[in-house]
């Protein structure tokens, strides 16, 4: 069965801290990785991770993959009460029918205090 | 104007009720997905279309059906609600399957 297991599942921290949140996983047929911020509202897309080893920054935000060890890390350095938010990982596979399919895991709800 | 619009945006009915979440977008994408989330258990996937003539069940069907009227429409349809359907749903889209753009979400409580 394809899984994607982020941790911690809940993370508070104060203003100013780096955090660091986890996502492993075990999927037949890897395609990508990826990671979602949800606020009040729909998810928004971050990263899209396809590479071991290359990481992906966007301002404070910061991701990389480990395709051999199967996780991988999203980091928020200098963290902003507005950092608050469920933090969703989702892997894209392949299906054995060769269709395309994503599996999300249960999210990291960060908590930023002032 | 948003790209992915739902409608209702929040709805309350009675367990055995017939439901109808719709959903369009504006982005000319031919993909588009339901989702639901619950407290703890993330985004899982109800079912997908990659484009009209294509439907697909993803790992929690059960208990839901959908139809895509068009390109631009993906409606889901719970044909009698139970209490553990209580949930946020969300729409989306892709034109590639990497990144995707949500809706704003439908609260459903089932009483």
């Known amino acids: 069965e394809d899984k994607v297991v982020q941790s911690p599942l809940s993370l508070v921290v104060h203003e100013g801290d780096t955090v660091t949140l986890n996502c492993s996983y075990e999927?037949?047929?890897?395609?990508?990785l990826l990671w979602y911020k949800q606020e009040k509202k729909a998810p928004t897309f971050l990263f899209m991770l396809?590479?071991?080893?290359i990481e992906k920054k966007s301002g404070r935000l910061s991701s990389i993959l480990d395709k051999k060890e199967l996780f991988s890390i999203l980091n928020i350095t200098a963290t902003q009460t507005g950092d608050s938010a469920v933090y969703l990982c989702?892997?894209?596979?392949?299906?054995?029918?060769?269709?395309?399919?994503?599996?999300f895991g249960k999210g990291t709800k960060l908590t930023v205090n002032p | 104007d948003a790209d992915v619009t739902q409608t209702p945006r929040n709805r309350i009915t009675k367990t055995g009720k017939r439901i109808m979440l719709e959903c369009s977008q504006t982005?000319?994408?031919?993909?588009m997905y339901w989702y639901r989330q619950d407290p703890g258990l993330g985004l899982r996937l109800i079912y997908y279309?990659?484009?009209?003539?294509?439907?697909n069940k993803g790992e929690i069907s059960d208990g839901y059906s959908v139809s895509r009227q068009a390109q631009a429409k993906f409606s889901l349809s719970l044909e009698s609600a139970i209490p553990n359907q209580t949930a946020l749903y969300f729409c989306?889209?892709?034109?590639?399957?990497?990144?995707?753009?949500f809706g704003p979400g439908t609260r459903l409580t089932v009483l």
């Open positions: 989306a889209t892709s034109d590639s399957y990497n990144e995707q753009f």
């Open positions: 999927v037949t047929n890897f395609r990508s």
């Open positions: 396809t590479s071991s080893g």
């Open positions: 989702a892997v894209e596979l392949l299906t054995q029918g060769g269709s395309e399919k994503l599996v």
């Open positions: 982005k000319g994408h031919d993909r």
């Open positions: 279309s990659f484009d009209v003539k294509d439907i």
